[in-house]
């Protein structure tokens, strides 16, 4: 199993990215999908996921301005990013949990490289 997160970039504070998360590898229905986020010198954090069955769960600092949905025909999830803010800068992955749930958490199995946001004020 492969997930290749892109659509990262430079965008102005108030804008909006869209990044994708492809799965290559059997199974990516069955998968809850996760995305998380790593500002230079902090931890990890979790940012929202979607089930297999496409429930979504957010971390409070993005909620109402992020949202996650799958297409199974694609073996894609998407992160869309609005109303940006400085804070949402930094490297952004996703992974896959073989969980009917997605939280914080929720162990993965998979890992994506991360793609760059950053967020300029």
């Known amino acids: 199993v492969q997930l290749q997160a892109s659509g990262g970039g430079l965008v102005q504070a108030g804008g909006s990215l869209r990044l994708s998360c492809v799965y290559s590898?059997?199974?990516?229905?069955?998968?809850?999908i996760g995305w998380s986020r790593q500002a230079p010198g902090k931890q990890r954090e979790f940012v929202g996921g979607?089930?297999?069955?496409?429930?979504?769960n957010y971390a409070d600092s993005v909620k109402g301005r992020f949202s996650i949905s799958r297409d199974n025909t694609k073996n894609t999830v998407y992160l869309q990013m609005n109303s940006l803010e400085p804070e949402d800068t930094a490297v952004y992955y996703c992974?896959?949990?073989?969980?009917?749930?997605?939280?914080?958490?929720?162990?993965?199995?998979?890992w994506g490289q991360g793609t760059q946001v950053t967020v300029s004020s």
């Open positions: 590898g059997p199974l990516f229905s069955v998968y809850a």
């Open positions: 979607i089930t297999s069955r496409g429930d979504t």
């Open positions: 992974a896959a949990a073989a969980s009917t749930w997605i939280s914080d958490q929720v162990r993965y199995d998979y």
